[in-house]
């Protein structure tokens, strides 16, 4: 009969552990009987590895299926290592044989350690809802959409993770999306009435993307178009006007889920709002634009700065960095002087105030010296701007106990420079200077 | 076939011999039946007298069959042509019996050491078997010498115990008759030797499928004997609560009765709203079938446990109602960077924390409320506490995001909280057993009892006591308080894979790797109910909220739903595509939801299941037939069929599903261990 032994193998191995006589009744016995071994402690492995919820078997399994057989385990193997078998030729037959290289100690302590693997974590998510599977990134594509469309590769994006803090970096799978053919249709008419000349039309797909309750679907799409028309269309201030339009009508859509698309989105909207140069350089829509732009930032913050709490600091650490790199031009100025104001009383304190004083000579400098008339309207631009900002602290206002607006000039114009100080003190606001200089004490 | 002296006897004659030869070898049930069968044809009574006159004739004249290896196949074949053969409904039931007649053809041949005949017959025939038999077959295979019967632990258990079969009159005599007429004698001695067949007469002449199923194989009982078995008394009903507690809880109850009525006024009209003291004693109306309460010794009860107590009714007005028409809600907790190390998930009662088992010996906690895991730290003196805020100051400050307990010495195989959150209790590949403190973090007690790897542990429904399932065959139960078992649970056959406490603390369920799923008394350690069906190990088990109804599954991929009080089937349900992990009733027991490797989450509807009967014997019979035809080739997937039953299946993005549970409040939980494609695959 013919087992997985040969009788030639049962022969070699006694060879190699001293016997050399074996009779051939005997090797058809042995090779009988070890193939029924093998087979057992399969048995007791496929145990073990039922009961670790596997469908692999690793050679842990193995391990433990000898020992509770009361074999020694084999040990040195393991699952991760490549196994090779080398075939030898002899007189007699083929020996196989598996190679076991002789190693160099100095290699092995030469060798860096590995990685330390990432820790278990979990996530969750809802795999039904009221019996009705969501169609969230988590959830795999249903049968039924497979069955009638056409797909598209498109790269979806895992969600963060709702705690923010563990990163998802395990896998982001190329996973074939599905659209039906009206969604697609859909979906081109959405985008190109977006752009078009016609306001009508323009208002019509915006009142869409507002109110539709079913684009989830297209979500990672319409995302996709923002930042590459963003991304293409620094030329054309139409083309951005339109894209932030956009981006406000799916952020305004109740029934979408936007929190994956943040992090697209955002880069695209601070885009908008610090960039160098948006539309012609003779346009002035530009300001407009940023100011747009600063306004969905703090919707967003204010939506979901709760949720994940590293949103805003994240963002003001941008706009800050841009505020105070002084080679970068005034627009670039505005726009994070503008995004940071929105942000709030506590940012424009903690984050404006600290720096105007040196800002403000940079300003003058340019203000008063230069005769570029074009960079001289920019930062009268920033200066309305900062000045805005500094009025909104109104609204923190504390009594003044009395004193008189010019006992405060000196202490104003150490905190923030004397540009500031005169126009403050010239129109006489004292609780926006009593609030400042509350704010120095606190420090 | 070799021509001999019975093929020109007459009919009368060798009855005569075969009634002669079943008196000689004492087989007293077959030979009741055979003279009775002859009465019915010929309305003569052979009384033994007649018999002497042919008893000097030799009944297997030195069977010459019996070395013939070729005789034994053609045999076999003849058999399975005549079940090809035979009406539909008869060849059902004769189906079972060719498996057990082809693994002792096959064990005879290995026997006498005509290996290579045993192979060919293997391969030739095995196919028959392998929709149903499919682990058994492989079993059977690797046994290729005469030796490895005296060891092989599945050829011992056909050898020694009876192969149940249970057949229709005609059935059984079509089967007998056929087998005289065409001498096979070789089959009618194994037939006679191994096989236990109960008759059954049933006017529609053909059994229901369930019914067969319930007893076919090797138990360890005769067919008759087990449904006498599965007859005794077991008391499924709720345990009654103590006195002394239902009379606190009833004083705790009437105050806050009081209180909810003054608080909302407008709810007084509301005919449908009742109050919690009837809600409480609601519980325990249905009392008749009830344990009593001394019957599972418990601890007194603690102040703490009215709290619980009313807490639970608080939340049972909160519950979802669920059924066919209104689905569960499931939340998913997937496992990340697991690389298949995680073996098993459990999650609390109160679903405010979820704790995986590892390869790696160790246990780790997370909290699924997204708070920090703070354990006490180890200055706590009970004298300088007074009171709660006492005992918080004394957690740690900063906690941490998941807590990994260490102590086992080999892969955590089994979980299970304590129902009032405080306790985990774990199994281990180790051999031991061990509970640890979900307060302090820190392992308590360890349980050294088995001596094989533990496969399975369940707390008990009110805490104090626990199961253990091990490879030992055994499953033991234990209290936290001892650190040795108070029964050993010994029956089975094979492995016990998984153990679950009945919901009224009475019983315990274990579902093993021979099939079975038994029901044992944890007062007198003894079996009480055993339950055949399945075609592969079962993994997993669950009990309604009532007590009465028992789902299983395992490796064959079918969920079966049975009645504890009768231990028969009541359906079948199939769709699961890969083995079964996981199984829980919502609560209220409308919804059965199960979890697999095939990486999806299934609901069943229960209520389909308990209401018509007639329905299910048509359509398992049509399916049967569809699929284990002899001799047909199988198409895997139409053995696959969905049951009706199956409300909605819910897959998972390659994540098998290791653990689902319900809430209080009837939220499904499920968990499972993200698998990453290999390199290979990707």
Known sequence: MAGIFSKETIKTTAEAVGITNINDDVATALSQDLEYRIHEILQEAIKFMRHAKRTKMTSDDIDHAMRVRNVEPLYGFNGSDQYKFQRLTTNYADIYYLEDDELDFENIMNVPLPKVPLDVTFTAHWLAIEGVQPATPQNPIPEGARANTHTADVRTERPAPSNGTSMEVDVRPLVKHNLSRELQTYYEKITKAVLSEESRLRVTALNSLKEDPALHQLLPYFVQFICSKVAEGYEDINVLENAMNMTDSLLNNQSLYMDPYLHQLIPAILSCLVAKSLGSPNDTKHWDIRDRAANLIQSICVRYGVQYYTLQPRICKTLLRAFLDISKPFTTHYGAIVGLSTLGREVVKLLILPNLKPYSIVLEQELVHSDDLVKRSEAQRCYNAILLALMTLKEDAVSSDGKQLDELRDPLEKRIGQLFANELISNGHIDVTMVILNSMAED | ?682
Not at chain 2, 173 to 199: A, T
Not at chain 2, 455 to 481: E, I, K, M, N, Q
Not at chain 2, 625 to 634: C, F, I, K, M, S
């Open chain 2, 1 to 682: 076939m070799s021509a001999e002296q019975p093929r020109h006897l007459p009919d009368k004659e060798l009855d005569k011999i075969v009634l002669n030869y079943l008196t000689q070898k004492g087989y007293k049930h077959t030979e009741l039946m055979f003279r009775n069968e002859i009465r019915a044809h010929a309305g003569e009574d052979y009384s033994m007298g007649d018999m002497n006159a042919v008893s000097g004739y030799q009944f297997f004249p030195t069977d010459p069959d019996s070395n013939n290896p070729d005789s034994y196949i053609s045999s076999y074949a003849d058999l399975r042509k005549l079940i090809e053969r035979s009406m539909d409904i008869y060849k059902l039931e004769l189906r079972l019996v060719m498996f057990p007649v082809f693994a002792h053809i096959y064990l005879d041949l290995v026997f006498k050491g005509f290996l290579d005949k045993a192979m060919n017959f293997m391969e030739e025939f095995k196919s028959d078997h392998y929709e149903y038999y499919g682990d058994n077959i492989r079993k059977l295979s690797i046994i290729t010498h005469a030796q490895h019967l005296q060891e092989n632990e599945f050829a011992i258990t056909l050898r020694s115990q009876k192969y149940n079969v249970r057949l229709s009159n005609v059935s059984t005599k079509l089967l007998l008759n056929f087998l005289q007429e065409n001498k096979l004698y070789i089959i009618l001695r194994i037939v006679n030797q191994y096989l236990e067949i109960e008759e059954t007469v049933n006017h529609q002449q053909t059994l229901m499928m369930s019914d067969i199923a319930d007893v076919t194989g090797v138990t360890g009982y005769s067919a008759r004997g087990l449904d006498d078995f599965n007859k005794q008394k077991v008391f499924l009903g709720p345990l009654p609560p103590e006195p002394t507690f239902m009379e606190e809880a009833e004083q705790v109850l009437k105050v806050k009765d009081t209180q909810l009525n003054s608080m909302d006024p407008q709810s007084l009209g509301d005919d449908d709203l009742s109050t919690l003291l009837e809600d409480i004693t609601k519980d325990f109306k249905d009392s008749i079938e009830a344990p009593d309460r001394n019957d599972v010794p418990l601890p007194p009860s603690k102040g703490s446990d009215i709290q619980a107590k009313i807490e639970e009714l608080f939340e049972l007005r909160h519950r979802i109602k669920l059924g066919a028409s209104t689905l569960p809600s499931i939340c998913f907790y997937t496992f990340h960077n697991t690389y298949d190390s995680l073996n098993c998930i459990s999650i609390s009662d109160d679903a405010t924390l979820i704790a995986g088992g590892f390869s790696e010996s160790y246990i780790k906690i997370w909290s699924l409320k997204g708070e920090k895991l703070k354990a006490f730290m180890n200055n706590v003196r009970p004298t300088f506490v007074s009171e709660v805020s006492d005992l918080e100051r004394l957690r740690e400050q900063h906690g941490s995001e998941c807590k990994r307990l260490v102590g086992h010495s080999g892969p955590v195989f089994g979980l299970s909280f304590s129902p009032d959150n405080r306790y985990l209790v774990t199994c281990s590949e180790d051999k031991t057993a061990r509970l640890w403190s979900v307060d302090t973090f820190t392992n308590l007690v360890c349980y050294k009892g088995h001596n094989y790897p533990i496969w399975d542990v369940d707390f008990g429904p009110y805490g104090f006591y626990f199961a253990t399932a091990s490879y030992d065959r055994t499953a033991r139960l234990w209290s936290c308080d001892h650190i040795y078992p108070l029964r050993i649970f010994a029956g089975h056959l094979s492995d016990v894979d998984c153990v679950k406490f009945h919901p009224n603390s009475r019983y315990v369920l274990t579902g093993s790797s021979d099939r079975m799923v038994r029901m044992w008394d944890i007062q007198t350690g003894r079996c009480v109910r055993i339950m055949s069906g399945h075609a592969g190990a079962v993994q997993s088990l669950a009990v309604s909220d009532n007590g009465h109804i028992m789902a299983s599954a395992g490796e064959d991929k079918k969920v079966i739903l049975r009645d504890l009080r009768t231990g028969k089937t009541l359906r079948k349900l199939t769709g699961h595509t890969d083995i079964v992990y996981t199984l829980e009733f919502s609560r209220g027991g409308n919804l059965l939801v199960s979890g697999g490797a095939d990486q999806t989450v299934r609901v069943w509807d229960v209520n389909a299941c308990l209401s018509d009967q007639s329905d299910y014997n048509t359509s398992t019979t049509n399916m049967e037939n569809g699929t284990t035809g002899v001799g047909q080739a199988r198409n895997s997937e139409s053995a696959r069929v969905k049951s009706d039953e199956m409300l909605a299946t819910f897959p998972t993005k390659r994540t098998p599903v290791y653990k689902v549970k319900f809430t209080r409040r009837n939220l499904c939980l499920a968990a499972g261990a993200f698998t990453k494609l290999s390199e290979k695959e990707q």
